[in-house]
Structures are given as structure tokens and as C-alpha cells.
């Protein structure tokens, strides 16, 4: 568990420098173009990369040694980072920079997120899943935690620029982690020493589909993805007119209050028992609280419902984590999660790809004053900038909630057993 713990404090450090650049560029983005469909584009191109790319990374966690690819993906994306600051700082400002600076980082975290992963599965029994599932997640949630109030008000007092250089600092402690336990943790070694990509992608995929319970997660997780997609890329949109930078940056930090409460909760009492049926009622109560985000203008509202909404994120992706890692032998872990992580996060591209248009073209100008539902929904939720955001945040909650009860009670996700293995 100590070697784990490292490699994980120096995740948690470098999280915290990549939330605080998310977070600078969707408010640079938003005020350099004045639009939510840019704010989409970049977050889509920060992330499609890692996912179209995620399989080949995780083949190669199971081909090479799993330190070595998180070290050479940590150092190799700070070049993205390096190219956006440069940039900047020379007066070549403006969206092209951020666009091609998101998609180089973004190549690279697709070599370290499977082999983080799967290092995870290296190190623990299968007794520990649920309990490092929760440290992984407040490493993963300190970038909506500690982040955003970090980055407000860096940018009340700083430009960008220095919100960049943190993050490509905060790189490097993240390498010094690994490098530190590496020379300790023997490398998983391949069946055979034959490399035959095809047909090792292949495996990784049969791995998934060859088990009908881990098959319905994946799709399960995959529909998770494009509703929380929603909140993930519309929230500051939405709360950036009724407030400032620095008060939508303290918003989102407190927001993510819940998703620490429910993270430390597992990572101290873990979840011995009923992963499956905790899954589905977890999701449930994401989709209902995602669903009152929108209700209201109410800042306090707001942020009640999203603390709420963050404090159920845990135990669905721990319950998710340990039912799908039981079911997957250690030998293919790398390629079975780089499979995972291109499946379920397709959700997450088609999010970013549709709901900033449908937001500037659709949602928003049915909710304006005049708009086509201002006197039937905009009686209820308000009319003006950020409630067709507010609309759209309603209907993907409860649709999550339909999808929960639809796929989660499925009996091959409900039959999963976690034990020693």
C-alpha cells in the first residue's frame, strides 16, 4: 500500500495543476469568444485523444513496463502546456494555440491513464480495490476540489500564463513519485514475446465482451459519461452570468465539498458488499441531483444540489471500478481498461461535440425572454442567459435516472461477486 500511496500523492499534485488549467481555459475561451460552443470544442479536443488513443496505451501498459509509460506520459504532455504558454507569452494569443496545445497533452495522458490503472491492480489485493478506488477518485476530484477556487482567484490578481506554469511544474513531482518507487515493483511480463497488435487489441476487447456482466457496465458507464458530460462542460456557462470568475471558481471548489465527503467515506470504510445494487441507487440519486442543478437561479440552490450531485460520483465509480476489475484477469488489465476507456467516454465526445451548439442555438434562445418556452418551462426555472443551460442540465438528469433502472438491474451486472482472488 505505501508504494501505491506514493505514485497516488504524486497524482494528486499534478491533478491539481491540470484542473487549474481546465478551468483558466474555459473562462479564457468563454471571454475570448464570447461562446459556449468553443468552451465545448476545446474541452472535446482535451479529451478525445486520450480516448480514441486510450487502447493503444493500454496495450502498451501490458507490453511494457507500467512506470515507465505513466513517466513518459506525465513528462511528454507538459509539451501541449508548454506550446499553449509560449504562445501566450509571445503575443500569439487566441483560440489556434489552445486547440493544438489541448490535443498534444491530451495524446499523451492516453500512455498514462491505463498504466495508472492497472498499477493499481499490481499493488493491492483485490480486498484493497474499494478503499484505493476512493484515494484514486480524491486524487482525480482535486482538480474540481481545490482547483477551481485556486484558479479564480489566481486570475483575479494573474494572467493564465502563470496558472500554466503551475500545472507544468506540478508535472515533474508527479515523475519524481514514480520514478521513486519504480526500481521496487517488478513489471508485469507478457504470455508470450510476440507482439502482434491486432491481435492483442483484439484480446482486449474480447476480454470485455466474453463477459456479459462487464459487456452492460461498460454501456452502463459509457451513457454515465455523456449525461455527467453535461454538467462537466455547462456549469460554468450557466453560473458565469449570475456571479464573477472569482465567485464561479470558489462555486465549483465547494461544489466538489460532496465528491471528497463521498471519497474519503470509501477510501476509510471501502465497500465490502452489494457493489452492484449501490451502483444503480447511486446513479439514480446523480441523476436527480443533476436535474435540481437546473432548477433554479438561486446560487445557493445551485450549490447545494451540486454538492449533493458530487457526494453520489464516488460510490458509482467505485462500485463500477471493482465490479469490472474482479471480472478481468490481471494479465490483460492494461488492455482491458484502454478498451473500457475508449467505450464508455465515446459518451463524453458526443457530449462535448453536441451541447455547446445545442446550447447557443437551441436551449438558450428557447429560454430568453421572448423565447418558445418562456411562458410554459421558463415559469418554472426563470428565462435569460444560462437557463436553457439550466434546462438541459434537467432533462440529462433525469434521463440518467431512466438508464440507471434501465441497465443497472440487469441480472449479469447484479450476479458480479467481489472476492479474494
Known sequence: MKKFLTIWAGELVSNIGSGMTAFALSVYV???????TWVSVVTMLAYLPTILLSPI???????FDRRLMMICGDLFSALGLVYILVSIKTGHGGLAPILVGVVVNSVFISLLDPSYKATVTDLLTSEEYAKASGLVQIASNAKYLVSPALAGLLLGIADISVILMID????????FAVMSVRKSIAAVKPKSDTFHFIAEMKEGLRTITSNKGVLLLVVLMAFMC??????????????????DTRTVGIFESVSAVGMLAGSVAIGIRGIKRHHAKILVVALVFCGGFMALTGCSTNLLFILVACVLFFATLPFVN???????????????????WGMISLLTQIGYVAVYASCGVLADHMFEPMLQKNGALAQSVGRIIGTGAGRGIGFMLMLAGLAMVVVAFALGNCASIQAIEVRDR
Open 226 to 243: 455523456f449525461f455527467i458530460g453535461f454538467i462537466q462542460t455547462l456549469m460554468i456557462p450557466m453560473v458565469l452570468p449570475l456571479s
Open 318 to 336: 467505485t462500485c463500477a471500478d471493482v465490479l469490472i476489475r474482479v471480472s478481468i484477469p490481471n494479465e490483460t488489465q492494461g488492455r482491458a
Open 30 to 36: 468563454l471571454q475570448l469568444t464570447g461562446s459556449v
Open 57 to 63: 496505451g493500454g496495450l502498451l501498459a501490458d507490453r
Open 168 to 175: 507544468i511544474c506540478t508535472i515533474f513531482v508527479t515523475v
